[in-house]
Nanobody, 121 residues
Framework: QVELVESGGGLVQAGDSLSLSCAVR????????MAWFRQAPGKEREFVAG????????YYADSVKGRFTISRNNAKNTVDLQMNSLKVEDTAVYFC??????????????WGQGTQVTVSS
């Protein structure tokens, strides 16, 4: 069993930065894939970024490539998402997920409760 708890969301202006953190509790393996997804109102949940628990095989959605960075904090046992140069279209609820296959949301077994990110113009 794995428990995921997100934190760090908030209201920022376009161009600002924000960091999200996903606290991971429970047993994970180096081959457990960790990912961030987001869901805007009226839209489907979409993949943002992901990597294996060991840090390998990092992928980003084209829409965030070069602006967002996913990383693992070993000391805190978290998976973090650093978001720079935020755009209004980045506004969404951001979810942490574990145990799935790359960008396929339906394959993920574990999900956090989500954290709201709102970017104003």
């Amino acid at each position: 069993q794995v428990e995921l708890v997100e934190s760090g969301g908030g209201l920022v202006q376009a161009g600002d930065s924000l960091s999200l953190s996903c606290a991971v509790r429970g047993r994970t393996f180096s081959t457990t894939y960790m990912a961030w997804f987001r869901q805007a109102p009226g839209k489907e949940r979409e993949f943002v970024a992901g990597q294996y628990w060991n840090g390998y095989n990092t992928y980003y959605a084209d829409s965030v490539k070069g602006r967002f960075t996913i990383s693992r904090n070993n000391a805190k046992n978290t998976v973090d998402l650093q978001m720079n140069s935020l755009k209004v279209e980045d506004t969404a609820v951001y979810f942490c997920a574990a145990g799935g296959s790359l960008g396929k949301a339906a394959t993920y077994r574990y999900w956090g409760q989500g954290t709201q990110v709102t970017v104003s113009s």
